[in-house]
Nanobody
Framework: VVPLVESGGGSVQAGESLRLSCDVS????????MGWFRQAPGKEREAVGT????????NYADSVKGRFSISQDNTKKTLYLQMNDLNPGDSATYFC?????????????????????????WGRGTLVTVSS
């Protein structure tokens, strides 16, 4: 598995926005679990939002619902994380994740979270720092 490459992080003030990008061109032909994760210093990596490309709907963490949104470009080669109304609690290194998934369990939200959480290796991530 080749680690994905994230970009778009930076330092912003509370209330501002950022959009992160990730190249997922290796996952355009088969159904896959995809998503964004983040890890703050001293904390475990957590799922920000995950989805299965073979079904509708994206599952977001409660802490980001209504502020963050995941999307893809028309070619499905780029995965985005639009982050609005950022606050200092969103400061973390953000990682994108993708893995092919086949089988009847793939559309279940917990399946993609479980698969992606166990993914290895992870990319370098992109650092987001939000100051108050």
């Amino acid at each position: 598995v080749v680690p994905l490459v994230e970009s778009g992080g930076g330092s912003v003030q509370a209330g501002e926005s950022l959009r992160l990008s990730c190249d997922v061109s290796d996952y355009t032909t088969n159904f896959a679990c995809m998503g964004w994760f983040r890890q703050a210093p001293g904390k475990e990596r957590e799922a920000v939002g995950t989805f299965y490309t073979g079904s509708a709907g994206i599952n977001y963490a409660d802490s980001v619902k209504g502020r963050f949104s995941i999307s893809q470009d028309n070619t499905k080669k780029t995965l985005y994380l639009q982050m609005n109304d950022l606050n200092p609690g969103d400061s973390a290194t953000y990682f994108c994740a993708a893995k092919s998934c086949t089988g009847p369990g793939c559309p279940e939200p917990d399946t993609c979270v479980s698969i992606l959480t166990r993914l290895t290796p992870w990319g370098r991530g992109t650092l987001v720092t939000v100051s108050s």
